[in-house]
């Protein structure tokens, strides 16, 4: 819509600005953002041939010069002959059409989405509490219970893995949280604090028994190894159905990352904890895509109206992108008459897609590409390093063979022959 709509953060009107950060992150494929660009790689990703043109120095990760990148993506986009671009603020959803928006999306699109989906369908600011790998958790102090052996809705009595605390470990992570580094927002990224997104180290600052009395509240608690009440408790929720996930519950935070790492592993049982997504709060549009979007992220009235980019849930440029990737495939599919696909959720694509299709629409937050979404290895290595090489070679291995399978059509670039259309 730029420049006949401006935002508070965008400074051109080319495609593809980036205002918050200039990396894609990692390119190696034992990572888990590595191996979400080689598959986009596979698919023929032109943001990421942009991204390969404006690299600079970064190490392993791919950073870009912000101005080369835009430019790049804007004049592949503009200067071909079958793309026409319209300037002007999309207040409707049209059908055929990716609907690819962010976190800065119009009020009256926004509006309209939320209308079409329901009053309930469209949070407008993420408050994300940390995930941690289940497997890097000390099982010899947590304990698996539920407040006063409750049942949940799917009959288990431990669905909540439980950290205790004693008096001076409560302290000591008081302190320290209360005094650790937080980000600054910018300006357009403000965000009204209440009760339902209220950042941990916030809380913690209005008095040193403020976490008792709310996510730290021990009530209704055993801890096994004592048989009596923790003074405080830190609670892990399931994020995926296997539970290899768990999500450090009321922890919305601002601090930055290296400050949760350090101040998080203080919590005991999580002093090795391997970070799968770090907290954040932030201004964001997105949709419950569990609830109200089909496998391949459309509206379920009308298959042709995709979604793409952050407003499905995802988190990152490189996730975004990767949405509206795979949405260009599906819509350019069903133009021709086939049926939408998803990759195998042994890829780090297809497992996102997993997650906005499974995921609890209850506790539904943005989520970004990490191992603990794809399926476990039949027999997996204790070795992290070799056990993430593996998933890799598994993960290029089943997207090479669902292309062939499905007859994907892959174009490299946007230099497609007349009367193909490009994806």
């Not at 055929?96 to 928006?101: L, S």
């Not at 009596?228 to 768990?246: F, H, I, K, S, T």
Request: aromatic share 6%; proline share 7%.
């Amino acid at each position: 819509m730029r420049p006949v709509r401006g935002t508070a953060a965008h400074k051109t009107d080319r495609l593809a600005e980036l205002v918050c950060s200039n990396t894609f992150k990692s390119t190696e494929v034992t990572n888990a953002h590595g191996l979400l660009k080689a598959e986009m790689r596979e698919l023929g990703s032109v943001v990421l041939e942009a991204a390969d043109a404006a690299r600079i120095p970064a190490g392993t990760a791919l950073a870009v010069d912000r101005d080369l990148f835009s430019a790049g993506v804007h004049d592949r986009v503009t200067s071909h002959s079958r793309v026409r671009v319209e300037r002007g603020e999309v207040t409707d959803l049209p059908s055929p059409a990716i609907i690819a928006t962010g976190p800065l999306t119009s009020d009256a699109l926004a509006e309209r989405i939320r209308t079409r989906l329901g009053i309930a369908s469209l949070a407008f600011y993420d408050a994300i509490a940390p995930i941690v790998a289940a497997e890097s958790l000390d099982e010899s102090v947590v304990f698996r219970a539920s407040r006063y052996d409750k049942e949940t809705m799917d009959g288990e009595s431990d669905a909540y893995v439980n950290c205790p605390m004693d008096r001076p470990q409560y302290e000591a992570f008081i302190a320290a949280l209360s005094e650790a580094d937080q980000f600054t927002a910018h300006e357009f990224d403000k965000v009204p604090y209440f009760d339902g997104c209220m950042p941990v180290e916030e809380i913690a600052r209005r008095g040193p028994e403020s976490l008792r009395f709310g996510p730290m509240k021990p009530v209704g608690l055993e801890d096994p190894r004592t048989g009596r009440r923790p003074y405080a408790v830190v609670q892990l929720r399931a994020e995926d159905r296997a539970g290899r996930m768990r999500n450090l519950v009321g922890f919305q935070t601002r601090l930055r990352i290296p400050e949760q790492q350090r101040v998080f592993r203080m919590i005991p049982g999580l002093e090795n904890a391997e970070f799968l997504r770090f907290g954040s709060i932030h201004r964001n549009a997105y949709v419950n895509s569990p609830a109200s979007l089909t496998p391949h992220l459309s509206l379920r009235d009308d298959p042709q109206v995709l979604f793409a980019g952050q407003v499905t849930g995802v988190e990152g440029y490189t996730e975004s992108t990767a949405s509206g990737l795979l949405a260009a495939i599906n819509l350019d599919r069903m133009l021709r008459g086939g049926q939408p696909v998803v990759p195998p959720p042994t890829t780090m694509l297809g497992a996102l897609y997993r997650y906005l299709r499974e995921a609890d629409p209850k506790h539904f937050q943005p989520m970004n590409a990490n191992f603990g979404l794809v399926d476990e290895l039949v027999d997996p290595p204790r070795d992290k390093a070799k056990k993430k090489a593996l998933y890799a070679e598994r993960a290029l291995r089943d997207l090479r063979a669902w292309v062939d399978a499905g007859g994907v059509s892959v174009v490299r670039g946007l230099a497609a022959p007349t009367g193909h259309r490009s994806v």
